[in-house]
Every structure is written in C-alpha cells, then in structure tokens.
C-alpha cells in the first residue's frame, strides 16, 4: 500500500489504529492548538484525542502528493464532554512534507476557523450530537 492509500485509511478510523511506521521519528507536528517535535508526543496527541473526544468523524475531503509534499484537505467534528453535548466542527487543510526515506517528517494543520470560533462552537452551539 502507499502512503496515499496508507493516509485514506487512516482517515477513515481516525484516531483508532492509525499508521505510525510512516512517520518519521523526529515528526514535527503544528496545529493553531500544539507545537512540538516527535513521534511519541504524536502518538500521545492522537490517544488524547480518542479519549477526550466523543462520537469523533474526520471527514478526508480531497488528498494530493506533489513531489514530497501530500496537502489533505478535512473536517473534523465531535460531541464536546459538556451538559449541553454541542456537536464541534472544524474545517481545515494539512501538508505533510516527506522526508528523502519516504517518511512524514512535518505534519502542519490549518483551520478554516479561528480557535475562537472553535470556542464559540463549544459555548453557544444549538447542534447536539
């Protein structure tokens, strides 16, 4: 399988079993949220994730490799732990850069939202999930 079809799959059961033999050890990882460098924060990241989110979905919308860039394009949504249970969403794109040995060595996501629309979404969302 290649890293195109690797990436498809694990979009679909994100963030359960996600494939981490494609990424680099020293993967350096940016979203409006973290900033850190390494496979085991990633990994650590991705099980906070799955445990601190409910009835989460990660919509892959588009995925191209040019070179050794891979843009993805995606919607992330989730039921937020709070009485009201608002139903979370963002839109947003990723580049993966490849290193020379085929690897994930930077994993940058943009949102289409600012982190306070993010908040907003939690505070005042009528949607329940």
């Known amino acids: 399988m290649n890293i195109i079809e690797t990436l498809k799959a694990d979009y679909q059961r994100f963030p359960l079993e996600q494939t981490y ?3 680099a050890a020293d993967v350096y990882f940016q979203d409006p949220v ?17 445990i601190f989110f409910s009835k989460l979905r990660m919509d892959l919308h588009h ?3 040019e070179q050794n860039m891979i843009k993805t394009e995606w919607t992330l949504s989730w039921s937020a732990y709070l ?3 608002p139903r979370i969403s963002i839109s947003g794109w990723t580049q993966l850069d490849l290193n020379n040995q085929g690897l ?3 994993h940058i996501d943009y949102w289409y939202c600012s982190r306070l629309d993010v908040l907003k979404q939690h505070l005042f969302s009528v949607n329940k999930g």
Do not use: A, D, N
């Open 21 to 23: 033999s494609i990424y």
């Open 34 to 50: 973290f900033k850190f460098r390494g496979l085991e924060l990633y990994k650590w990241m991705i099980k906070f994730i799955h």
């Open 63 to 65: 995925i191209e490799q």
């Open 83 to 85: 009485p009201w249970k």
């Open 104 to 106: 994930i060595s930077s």
